[in-house]
């Protein structure tokens, strides 16, 4: 069985800095990515990585203040976001694709994932 399971959301104040991390158990997978969901907002993607080369994929709303990583030994994914400001404020998915993908399509849409975790909510105040 599959589970995604996030951490380390919270409150910071605008410029502030947050880690967010996603054990994943169950199986392992050949990319990974983090979505957002704004209030009142459709959910959006954030970063994406790949397990082979760590390839990395940012939206441009975060390219240069977030950087994804993945540990494959602990199988876990993180997010450092940097530089935070109140726009960032959401609830942050971590998310996987289908068991045995081995392409993906676009790596910041939903269509490529089949795997969610709960969230973790992260507050920007300015």
């Known amino acids: 069985q599959v589970q995604l399971v996030e951490s380390g959301g919270g409150s910071v104040q605008a410029g502030g800095s947050l880690r967010l991390s996603c054990v994943i158990s169950g199986a392992k997978f050949k990319w990974m990515g983090w979505f957002r969901q704004p209030p009142g907002k459709e959910r959006e993607g954030v970063a994406a990585?790949?397990?082979?080369?760590?390839?990395?994929y940012y939206s441009d709303s975060v390219k240069g203040r977030f950087t994804i990583s993945l540990d494959a030994a602990k199988n876990t994914v993180y997010l450092q976001m940097n530089s935070l400001n109140v726009e960032d404020t959401g609830v942050y998915y971590c998310?996987?694709?289908?068991?045995?993908?081995?392409?993906?399509?676009?790596?910041?849409?939903?269509?490529?994932?089949?795997?969610w975790g709960q969230g973790t909510q992260v507050t920007v105040s300015s």
């Open positions: 998310a996987a694709p289908n068991v045995g993908a081995y392409y993906m399509v676009d790596p910041l849409q939903e269509s490529d994932y089949k795997f």
């Open positions: 990585v790949t397990s082979v080369g760590s390839l990395t």
